[in-house]
């Protein structure tokens, strides 16, 4: 089963908006990344944020994490049509013995011209 | 190479046909990991390399699956006797540490259609 899980499923903006999108997942973190999906592809990372962070900047990229809640939310600032993509939350859960990233079934955001 | 390099990009299989896919980590990565996606599904974890070595093996969906990794660089993921429900598009990424908490890089994936 998926560790996180991403949340709108499906998200459609208009240019210069702001998209949010949310993350929960179920066990202890270390850290939580996002990564961005171009046409089904390869992933590329946007962000990492560590288990005892709560807020991180870059760019027009802005994540939070509440390790109470178990969630992240992404937030991408006066969005352009180049952002239409599929985000997804990747987890690195604390007792990872496989050491592997779980990821979630992701968010597609269109950003209309 | 200056990336994660996978290949083929694509690859149309007759279901009962074994397949190899390959995948060419960054240099000096140790570990190495495969996913399976399905058409607008999320990543669904196949397995793990650390060096040659592959602890974690429980994400392989059946014995038809193995994979192998040489000399701590290139790995292959081989299916054989392919079934259409192993069309999927397999990524392969590498980490220059065994443990999650650096980026990891992505390959393009291959694209497999088993028909």
């Known amino acids: 089963s998926q560790q996180g899980e991403e949340d709108p499923q499906a998200l459609s903006i208009q240019e210069g908006e702001n998209a949010t999108m949310n993350c929960s997942y179920k066990?202890?973190?270390?850290?939580l990344q996002w990564y961005r999906q171009n046409s089904g592809r390869g992933l590329v990372h946007l962000i990492l944020i560590r288990s005892n962070e709560r807020e991180k900047h870059s760019g027009r990229l802005r994540v939070t994490l509440d390790t109470s809640k178990k969630s992240s939310s992404l937030l991408i600032t006066a969005s352009r049509a180049a952002d239409t993509a599929s985000y997804f939350c990747?987890?690195?859960?604390?007792?990872?013995?496989?050491?592997?990233?779980?990821f979630g079934g992701g968010t597609r955001l269109m950003v209309k011209p | 190479g200056a990336g994660v390099s996978q290949s083929p990009s694509n690859k149309v299989t007759e279901k009962g046909k074994d397949v190899e896919l390959r995948c060419d980590p960054i240099?000096?990565?140790?570990?190495l990991y495969w996913y399976r996606q399905s058409l607008g599904q999320g990543l669904e974890f196949l397995i793990y390399?650390?060096?040659?070595?592959?602890?974690?093996k429980s994400g392989l969906p059946s014995d038809r699956f193995s994979a192998e990794r040489t000399g701590g660089s290139v790995s292959t993921l081989t299916i054989q006797r392919t079934q259409q429900e192993d069309s999927a598009v397999y990524l392969c990424?590498?980490?220059?540490?065994?443990?999650?908490?650096?980026?990891?890089?992505f390959g393009q994936g291959t694209r497999l259609t088993v028909v």
């Open positions: 990747a987890t690195d859960p604390f007792n990872n013995a496989g050491n592997m990233l779980t």
């Open positions: 066990t202890s973190i270390n850290n």
């Open positions: 990424a590498s980490t220059p540490s065994p443990r999650g908490n650096t980026e990891a890089f």
């Open positions: 240099s000096g990565h140790t570990a």
């Open positions: 390399f650390q060096g040659n070595s592959a602890p974690d």
